[in-house]
């Protein structure tokens, strides 16, 4: 008779505790059954890298195990298909910019498919929501929260009183990471540099539409808020992203959807660490990207899941290229355990491994407990529940071992 491993199995609320950018510590997660979630998506002029992958795994994992413990999820994730970054590449590569847009985000699709993520409910287009953005701005005029100069409409955020309150960054950090990820403080045209544009003149080969404000098109922050709120209500269970966005998009977001509807805009954000490689932060700018794809081509992709679950999701942290070897060999270990018969008594090391989830989804410590259990098996024992339960919380983080017969590739990914 099959044992029950976990009491907290399929019970929804079940004591999941995560960190909270905000209030600055780890806290318990206490949404309802049905929990919305929100995750800035790629703005896609270029391959998924493992940066992307490092952090939609991360929210991939706390959706799985959400619904284990018996919530249903909808998770949001947007595509900025304009912005500054996409219309610079378009610009650079002679295309269209949709159709870059299009092609990248098809790469970007197969990357999640071959990762094994979980299907969002819905992935609107920033393109297709620019009626909703301008209903928002003007909700914000109405309000007083905006003005407009030469042709370009900003907030101002000395209207919004807890403008800084997400980040908690000083005045001059602020200035700093704003004039560093998009923003413009030294323009004259603001009244105070930690203004941020709402809606701007295109450029006469930008994409433009009618506004009350003029013709043009939507600022990045803006777009953001009108998407989630359009899709999962005024206030969002569950907010996320890389730790780059906290500030100056998350806080703009929060300080705009928060002016407009007067309400509380997000219970929880959550973010995730940035990947570096040489010794320095994975970028595009910086031409130091590994890409999924380039690695799925010599690595099963169970193995790329495997090297990123060493790191916390909340750690800064750099990617060498030995890893994918580590994971390859923690991916044969999972698979010749999982075909076995028996093994020892495997609820030790699932009660192990789900608590380790729950404490601020500590992936490290999970994996580590999906080895030694992998391993355990190898060795012998006689209980025969121990492969199949190896193979049920192995899929609960996303790694699926009932595939009988499938073996991870050998070959060792080039070095760049």
């Not at 009618?210 to 013709?215: E, K």
């Amino acid at each position: 008779m099959r044992r029950r491993f976990d009491s907290c199995r399929g019970r929804y609320g079940c004591g999941v505790h995560l960190f909270d950018t905000a209030r600055r510590s780890i806290v318990p997660f206490q949404p309802g059954r049905a929990v919305t979630i929100y995750v800035c998506g790629i703005t896609p002029y270029d391959s998924t890298h493992l940066g992307h992958a490092n952090t939609y795994l991360t929210y991939d994992l706390l959706i799985r195990q959400l619904e284990e413990r018996g919530h249903k999820v909808t998770l949001v994730r947007n595509i900025t298909d304009v912005d500054d970054s996409i219309l610079g590449k378009a610009r650079e590569l002679g295309v269209d910019f949709l159709e870059l847009a299009k092609t990248e985000t098809a790469r970007f699709h197969s990357d999640m498919a071959a990762l094994n993520t979980r299907p969002v409910a819905s992935e609107p287009h920033a393109t297709q929501w620019v009626s909703e953005m301008i209903n928002l701005i003007s909700q914000l005029e109405r309000k007083g929260h905006t003005y407009t100069t030469q042709g370009a409409t900003f907030f101002d955020v000395s209207t919004f009183a807890r403008f800084g309150s997400l980040c908690g960054y000083g005045h001059d950090t602020m200035l700093n990471l704003a004039a560093e990820r998009g923003g413009h403080p030294h323009d004259p045209r603001q009244r105070n540099p930690l203004d941020f544009v709402l809606w701007q003149p295109s450029l006469t080969d930008e994409p433009s539409w009618d506004s009350p404000w003029g013709p043009g098109r939507p600022g990045w922050h803006i777009e953001c808020s009108a998407m989630a709120m359009g899709l999962l209500g005024t206030t969002i269970d569950l907010h996320g992203g890389g730790t780059d966005l906290i500030f100056p998009h998350h806080e703009c977001e929060q300080a705009q959807s928060e002016a407009a509807t007067g309400t509380t805009f997000v219970r929880h954000w959550m973010h995730c660490g940035l990947v570096a490689y040489a010794g320095k932060k994975m970028s595009k700018s910086l031409g130091n990207l590994v890409f999924v794809s380039e690695l799925a081509k010599h690595a099963d992709p169970r193995a790329i899941r495997l090297a990123l679950m060493s790191h916390h999701y909340r750690e800064d942290w750099e990617w060498h290229d030995e890893d994918i070897a580590v994971g390859s060999r923690e991916l044969e270990i999972l698979l010749a355990a999982a075909r076995q018969n028996n093994g020892p008594d495997p609820r030790p090391y699932a009660n192990n491994l789900r608590d380790a989830l729950k404490n601020d989804l500590n992936a490290p410590q999970a994996k580590q407990q999906l080895v030694a259990l992998a391993s355990a098996i190898l060795k012998g024992g006689d209980d025969p529940t121990a492969p199949q339960t190896l193979t049920e919380l192995a899929n609960s983080c996303g790694i699926k071992l009932d595939t009988l017969g499938d073996t991870p590739p050998h070959n060792t990914p080039p070095t760049q």
